[in-house]
């Protein structure tokens, strides 16, 4: 069974990992390409990246195990330890505590999952197999970010946007301004799209 599609909003937001492999490395990636500023890693090691990225100060590490009392006032908590009794005992603080959970090695005991992603500016396009088929989801990744991951996308985003305000601060009635926007959408996703297929036309002449 699948979940329902959210878009947290982390800035300012506690986050916290617990592990330090490459599958936290792979979630800390992901927490801060979504915005995340206040994030910590605990574990008794880390990867290299995941040091160079406290040396940018990106984040915090602390160089010891996961200990009761870390889910405290956390907004989200990620259990990536590698150990699936360890990780349950971070889900069940993470609850008491009322923070997000997900835990990396078991679906069912997560409170939410994490998805493959595409951004473009503003563009976030996500794919989530519930679980069934993280492989899947990485391929199909891929195949989006050839099809939609080009600046037009964004840039489409970011005219509409600005449509949009200018349609709002007119005051005209909602049905007109939805109407205009589906239009202005339509016809954007199609320049870009023809964007997209002339610079593979371009590529092939190459
Ligand atoms: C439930 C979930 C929990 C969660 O939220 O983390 C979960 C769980 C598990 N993944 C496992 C394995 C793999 N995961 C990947 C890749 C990704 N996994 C991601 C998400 C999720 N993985 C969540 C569900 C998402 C969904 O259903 O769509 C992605 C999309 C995003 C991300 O990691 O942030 C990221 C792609 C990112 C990208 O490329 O963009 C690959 C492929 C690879 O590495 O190339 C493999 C190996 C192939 C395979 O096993 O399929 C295992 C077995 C571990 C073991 O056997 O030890 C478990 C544990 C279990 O089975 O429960
Ligand atoms: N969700 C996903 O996409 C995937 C999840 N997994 C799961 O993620 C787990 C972690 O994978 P890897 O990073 O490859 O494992 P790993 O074994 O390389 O790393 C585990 C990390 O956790 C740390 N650690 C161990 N005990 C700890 C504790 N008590 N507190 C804090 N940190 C602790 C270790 O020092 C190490 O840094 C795997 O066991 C697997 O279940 C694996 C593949 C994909």
Redesign the pocket.
Known sequence: M?GYPVVLRLKGRRCLIAGGGP?AE??AL?LLDGGADQLTVISPSFTPQLLQLANEGRLELIQREYQSGDAGGQFLI?A?T?DMAINGQIGLEAEEASALF???????L?A???????RQGNLLLS?????????????L??ELAQLYGSSRYAEAAALLGELRRLLAAEERPAAERRERLRLEAQRLAHWAAADRQRSAERTDRL
């Not at 997900?102 to 069912?108: F, P, R, T, V």
Request: aromatic share 2%; hydrophobic share 40%; net charge negative.
């Open positions: 699948n599958i792979r979630k992901g990620i990536a590698g997900n835990d990396a090695s078991n679906a069912e997560s939410f999952a994490t998805s493959a992603a595409v794919v989530n197999t519930g679980g069934e088929a993280p492989a899947l989801s990485a391929v990744r891929e």
